[in-house]
């Protein structure tokens, strides 16, 4: 899935247009323009994957900017991988996303109430699955990170890991947006628990906070705000991993 550590950009989609959340908190957001004009300008960098959320669809439970998302795909043209999260509830809506040309689908609040659908999904698409693991407080968060559901996100993964995911997601929301730093010690537990490739996202501020995440075990690393703000280049991130 990953042949090198990458690190990629997020476009978290609100309303048809980039923002970023703090800590995933609705109000928070600042925004960054339209997603295609992001896209191309990744990709322009350098980006291999893209990493793509519906927060319409993550807070109300169905998918809300499939226009943009298209929009997206047809800016890129297939020159990189993308992932998409965000309101994806069914098998039917994995399905016809990867047939569009999704690459990844990100499961988080689907895979929490209906683990079966992993297999599903992988059965016809073999590690096509990323599962989204968002903790707050140690403990995995739901429905746009509104939720508690008493899982420990180590053991969690290795469910899905058995359930056939191709990855785990695992977002840090104690940290997620602040442009604080990142805490390595719970990717390092989701990684160890796991032989699939875990992706680390949440408090990237600096280069040096990426190179944390990939001692810490990470296979890549998603970043959003940082970028979005000039705290360093994709070029910068990219170059200093090489």
């Given at each position: 899935?990953?042949?090198?550590?990458?690190?990629?950009?997020?476009?978290?989609?609100?309303?048809?247009?980039?923002?970023?959340?703090?800590?995933?908190?609705?109000?928070?957001?600042?925004?960054?323009?339209?997603?295609?004009?992001?896209?191309?300008?990744?990709?322009?960098?350098?980006?291999?994957?893209?990493?793509?959320?519906?927060?319409?669809?993550?807070?109300?439970?169905?998918?809300?900017?499939?226009?943009?998302?298209?929009?997206?795909?047809?800016?890129?043209?297939?020159?990189?991988?993308?992932?998409?999260?965000?309101?994806?509830?069914?098998?039917?809506?994995?399905?016809?996303?990867?047939?569009?040309?999704?690459?990844?689908?990100?499961?988080?609040?689907?895979?929490?109430?209906?683990?079966?659908?992993?297999?599903?999904?992988?059965?016809?698409?073999?590690?096509?699955?990323?599962?989204?693991?968002d903790a707050?407080?140690?403990?995995?968060?739901?429905?746009?990170?509104?939720?508690?559901?008493?899982?420990?996100?180590?053991?969690?993964?290795?469910?899905?890991?058995?359930?056939?995911?191709?990855?785990?997601?695992?977002?840090?929301?104690?940290?997620?947006?602040?442009?604080?730093?990142?805490?390595?010690?719970?990717?390092?537990?989701?990684?160890?628990?796991?032989?699939?490739?875990?992706?680390?996202?949440?408090?990237?501020?600096?280069?040096?906070?990426?190179?944390?995440?990939?001692?810490?075990?990470?296979?890549?690393?998603?970043?959003?705000?940082?970028l979005y703000?000039?705290?360093?280049?994709?070029?910068?991130?990219?170059?200093?991993?090489?």
């Amino acid at each position: 899935m990953f042949e090198g550590f990458e690190v990629i950009p997020a476009i978290d989609m609100q309303d048809g247009e980039v923002v970023q959340l703090v800590q995933g908190k609705r109000g928070t957001e600042k925004r960054y323009g339209a997603p295609t004009e992001a896209a191309r300008r990744w990709v322009e960098a350098g980006a291999l994957t893209l990493h793509l959320v519906d927060l319409d669809g993550a807070f109300g439970g169905e998918r809300k900017n499939a226009s943009t998302v298209e929009a997206v795909l047809d800016a890129t043209g297939g020159d990189v991988a993308v992932q998409l999260g965000g309101g994806i509830r069914t098998t039917e809506d994995a399905l016809e996303l990867l047939e569009q040309g999704v690459d990844r689908v990100i499961l988080g609040t689907a895979a929490v109430e209906n683990p079966e659908i992993v297999r599903e999904i992988s059965d016809k698409y073999e590690g096509s699955v990323m599962v989204s693991l968002d903790a707050k407080d140690g403990e995995v968060v739901v429905s746009g990170w509104t939720e508690g559901t008493g899982l420990d996100p180590a053991e969690a993964a290795t469910r899905y890991e058995e359930l056939g995911a191709g990855a785990i997601l695992f977002t840090n929301v104690d940290v997620e947006g602040q442009l604080e730093g990142v805490r390595t010690g719970p990717v390092e537990q989701v990684a160890d628990a796991v032989g699939i490739p875990v992706v680390a996202s949440g408090g990237v501020a600096s280069v040096d906070d990426i190179h944390a995440l990939k001692e810490a075990g990470a296979a890549a690393v998603v970043v959003g705000t940082a970028l979005y703000e000039g705290r360093f280049t994709l070029e910068e991130a990219i170059e200093t991993i090489s």
